[in-house]
């Protein structure tokens, strides 16, 4: 991206590497599958070399990484809910039986944990993206506002939102989760 | 101060920390006069951190290969083009096996393909050999450099065609000796290089069946042995150490250069 000398032809730009962990996690609570969300950041990185000439240098790669990903997902949802014939994508529970998000450990509390996981994908993907943008990569909310191209009051009523309903499923639980380790 | 006077985004603005000094103020104050609301926002905090702790891990798992391919600046099609051009290599038919996790980097993507099959099997089995052979400290060869010669005309008569030993002096290898190593169907020459680290490479040359067709450079890593394998000409290389992909490719280098003036002649 950094376009002053990229390294040697055909490496891995490390910028990206570096950033790569971080896009895939964010992709897959999104997604809610590990192939899936691999194939989100596969396209975003494409997108990204791309539009590097519009990479303003200086300013965060991790926030401009997470603005094209989020259009790419965006357009996405928008070609699957044509395909589908304008089906909300954002009604609850939009991953149903196929949330999941594996995740390495096995302390007695990654269930728990995981549960948690399991019932982020429950909520509608707009306050998902924000919950995940404040709470687990604790970006600026001027910088979430940025990458989602939303007004700042909007990312804080839908993170007060997404932080409530996640509170209140934890609570009490709708029906019996089936977590996948 | 009246909880209810206290604006909901302030609430997680300060319980995320991002809260200007000026406005923190006020709601440590609110806090310390309504412990719900002292709750509220370490309920806050314990649900963002619980989220971290349960996503934390996947920060830590390796990128797949396809991510590190999609790191890569893309190369034009022009720049593409030269490169085969240089190398000489054709870009082939067939399926791309991924059964080794392998990666071709500066070609891209529409040239990761070849016949399914035997190349893979070869680069396991290189990478087998060497680690077999490479680890061996009294006795990594069975003819030594100092009978270059002799080891030559051997394997030539063994494999049943013109092999040579390059020359890897420029890249800080110097040939050890070789050997023979049984193949799937093939007789399989090795030829073991080592730099002044004592890290040890090794080259293994085989005549390919004639179903096989040229195959573009590709790398492998397996048990940690990384490969770069390409067949030309109907015979099948490949290059194999425990050292990164770069420091590999540029010795794959010198060798298909080496091998591409022999042709010639």
Redesign the interface.
């Known amino acids: 991206m950094p376009p002053p000398a ?1 390294p ?6 490390p910028d ?2 570096a950033a ?3 896009l ?2 964010y992709a ?2 999104l997604t809610g599958d590990p192939t899936r969300a ?1 194939d989100l ?2 396209d975003a ?2 997108r990204a ?1 791309e539009k590097r000439a519009l990479w303003r240098a200086g300013s965060d790669l991790r926030a401009w990484l997470f603005t094209i990903m989020h259009n790419v997902y965006v357009n996405q949802l928008a070609l699957a809910r044509r395909e589908a014939g304008n089906v909300s994508l954002d009604a609850e529970g939009e991953f149903g039986a196929a949330w999941q ?1 594996p ?3 096995n302390q007695l509390d ?1 269930v ?3 549960e ?2 399991a019932l ?1 994908g429950k909520l509608p993907p707009e306050q998902r993206e924000v ?2 943008l ?3 990569e ?1 970006l ?2 001027e910088e979430i506002a940025a990458v989602l191209a939303i007004p700042v ?1 909007t990312v ?1 009523s839908r ?2 939102r997404a ?1 409530d309903k ?2 209140r499923m ?1 609570a009490e639980p709708p029906a019996p989760l089936k977590v996948v380790k | 101060m009246n909880p209810s006077a206290l604006p ?2 302030d609430l ?2 300060y319980a ?1 920390r ?1 809260l200007p000094p000026e406005r923190a103020g006020a709601v440590e104050a609110a806090l310390a006069g309504d412990p719900a609301l002292a709750a509220r926002v370490a ?2 905090r314990a ?2 951190a ?6 934390d ?5 390796r ?2 290969d ?10 034009s099609p022009a720049a593409r083009a030269a490169l085969v051009r240089r190398w000489r290599l054709p870009a082939l038919a067939a399926a791309a096996t991924l059964v080794l996790g392998v990666a071709v ?2 070609f891209g993507r529409d040239a990761m393909i070849e016949r399914a099959g035997t190349p893979t099997t070869f680069a396991r089995q290189a990478a087998f050999a060497h680690a077999l052979y490479a680890a061996d400290a009294r006795r990594p060869v069975e003819v030594w450099a100092a009978e270059e010669k002799s080891l030559v005309t051997w394997l030539t008569k063994r494999l049943g065609f013109q092999v040579m030993a390059p020359d890897l002096n420029s890249v800080g290898y110097a040939l050890v000796g070789g050997r023979l190593v049984a193949g799937n169907e093939q007789p399989t020459a090795l030829f073991m290089y080592e730099n002044a680290d004592k890290q040890r490479l090794t080259l293994q040359v085989r005549k390919q069946g004639p179903d096989v067709g040229e195959t573009a450079f590709r790398y492998a890593v397996e048990n940690g042995v990384g490969v770069f394998y390409w067949i030309d000409d109907r015979c099948g290389y490949a290059l194999s150490g425990n050292i990164d992909r ?1 420091q590999l490719l540029a010795v794959a280098r010198v060798v298909y250069g080496q091998l591409a003036v022999l042709e010639a002649k």
């Open positions: 990229p040697a032809a055909g490496l891995p730009h990206l590497v790569i962990p971080r895939r996690r897959r609570v691999d950041v596969q990185l494409g070399w998000v995740v390495q450990g990654r728990e944990l995981l948690l996981v982020m919950l995940l404040a709470a687990v604790e600026r909310y009051g804080m993170l007060s932080r996640l509170r934890v | 909901e985004a997680h603005a995320d991002q309920e806050i649900q963002s619980a989220l971290r702790d349960a996503l891990p996947v920060l830590a798992e990128i797949p396809r991510l590190l391919d999609a790191a890569r600046p893309p190369q980097g500066w770069t």
